[in-house]
């Protein structure tokens, strides 16, 4: 990448042409020129490392990818109007890795075009159109996505919920909302809502504040939208190909068959690409209208995609994020200790969350010092996030190549900066 400019004088360009809705992570910004797997480098010499980077899943330019990538490229590149190999070797591939009964695919560019395609199939099997979503969710950046994602329409710019379709269910949050009928809070909503399309879910909670579901919810609140006639959508966007550390589904944790699967951010390393899955029946209802998405499944998407499938494989990226996953829980719990001001470790395998608290009777969030952890951190080099509908959870969801030695100094750095601000604030 071309470091002819400045970051001033890049962030004036962009200030000058780049719509103004678009953000910039961190305060000071970051002008970055090159990635490689866990790392990013700064135009000033800094070498990051980076810990919420869940799009480039098996490394920054990853070499096995770029090269699938750039061999594809120069062969061929058409749309699925045509009979290439690597459609139906990646369909299948991605199939084979799903529940048997899940074997129908569709290939889009983005999570935001694949859960409107979740949503359209579902309302075209039942012929309903009410939906049910968690509260804090969002699932994609498009018109009807929008009115689907409570995160945006009750977030900073929203307006508030404004579709009768649209229904919104309390957060199964086992820290917040301890001991509440979750189950029963869901039974509610159904009862009000009319007949539905389905409900759309994360596995895992991500801009909601990185939450775990409880153990028994989902398959639960399956049968409660199943019995009202209603599809179950689960959104594996952010946890997805193996994150969570034990399954390459965050679904089968929970001993679930979703109706449709929604993935994307990692499926391409970076490659803008996503795709939904369900079953032979559901997707016959929805064969009246063609379906096409002009770069959806093209066949350099499909290299990319086989080689991101090859490297989870053959590197055993699951399994590392499992180990590296169980070193950083058992470092944030033994922190957890050492400072009150941590209120929540939660998360499995490289997708976890720290709230962070003023009180731990009060859980009155420490959004300041949540603000103070993210900035230290950046000034020793390693990237992090804030999320939650409080902003007091940061949040650590790395490349999965991620290593032991990157972890230990992550926990030792994050105790240093923790003892900083701690002593500062008493
Ligand atoms: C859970 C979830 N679903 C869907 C999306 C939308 O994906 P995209 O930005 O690729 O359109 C996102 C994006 O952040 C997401 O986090």
């Not at 920054?60 to 594809?72: I, K, L, T």
């Not at 109007?81 to 529940?99: D, F, H, N, S, W």
């Not at 359209?120 to 929008?146: C, D, F, P, Q």
């Not at 399994?319 to 070193?327: L, Q, R, S, Y």
Request: glycine share 10%; net charge neutral; proline share 5%.
């Amino acid at each position: 990448m071309s470091t002819d400019y400045s970051i001033d004088e890049l962030l004036m360009q962009r200030e000058k042409y780049v719509g103004k809705a678009l953000s910039i992570a961190h305060e000071k910004p970051l002008h970055i020129i090159r990635g490689d797997m866990q790392y990013l480098y700064s135009a000033d010499g800094k070498k990051y490392l980076d810990l919420v980077n869940n799009v480039c899943h098996v490394g920054h330019s990853n070499p096995r990818v770029v090269e699938a990538g750039q061999r594809q490229m120069a062969l061929l590149n058409t749309n699925t109007r045509y009979i290439y190999q690597g459609l139906t070797e990646y369909i299948e591939r991605l199939a084979r890795t799903l529940p048997p009964s899940l074997n129908v695919g569709y290939l889009v560019n983005s999570g935001s075009e694949a859960n409107e395609l979740a949503v359209r199939i579902a309302r075209s099997y039942t012929g309903k159109k009410n939906m049910i979503v968690m509260e804090g969710a969002y699932h994609g950046h498009t018109t009807m996505l929008i009115d689907l994602s409570p995160y945006k329409f009750r977030g900073p710019g929203g307006k508030g919920k404004s579709e009768p379709w649209v229904h919104v269910v309390p957060i199964p949050d086992t820290y917040r909302r301890r001991g509440r009928n979750y189950a029963k809070e869901f039974n509610t909503v159904l009862d009000k809502s009319g007949p539905i399309a389905g409900f759309m879910a994360e596995t895992m909670l991500s801009c909601a504040g990185q939450i775990p579901l409880p153990e028994g919810y989902l398959s639960s609140v399956f049968k409660q939208v199943r019995a009202a006639g209603g599809l179950c959508i689960i959104d594996e966007v952010q946890v997805g190909f193996g994150r969570l550390g034990t399954h390459m589904w965050a679904f089968e944790e929970h001993d679930v068959v979703p109706d449709i699967v929604v993935m994307g951010k990692p499926i391409g390393n970076g490659h803008p690409m996503a795709a939904v899955f369900t079953t032979l029946d559901i997707s016959a209802s929805f064969e009246e209208m063609e379906f096409f998405s002009t770069f959806g499944g093209n066949p350099v998407s499909c290299a990319i995609g086989l080689s991101v499938l090859d490297v989870i494989e053959e590197e055993k990226l699951i399994k590392n994020a499992e180990k590296i996953g169980n070193i950083l829980i058992d470092g944030l719990l033994k922190l957890k200790k050492k400072y009150s001001l941590i209120g929540d470790v939660r998360g499995k395998g490289l997708f976890l969350g720290i709230e962070l608290v003023k009180n731990r009777d009060t859980l009155e969030p420490a959004i300041y010092e949540a603000k103070e952890i993210v900035r230290e951190m950046l000034k020793n080099n390693f990237l992090l996030s804030i999320d939650g509908p409080l902003k007091n959870v940061i949040k650590i969801k790395p490349p999965m190549v991620i290593t032991k030695e990157d972890a230990i100094k992550t926990l030792d750095t994050f105790d240093k900066v923790l003892s900083k601000i701690v002593s500062k604030g008493s």
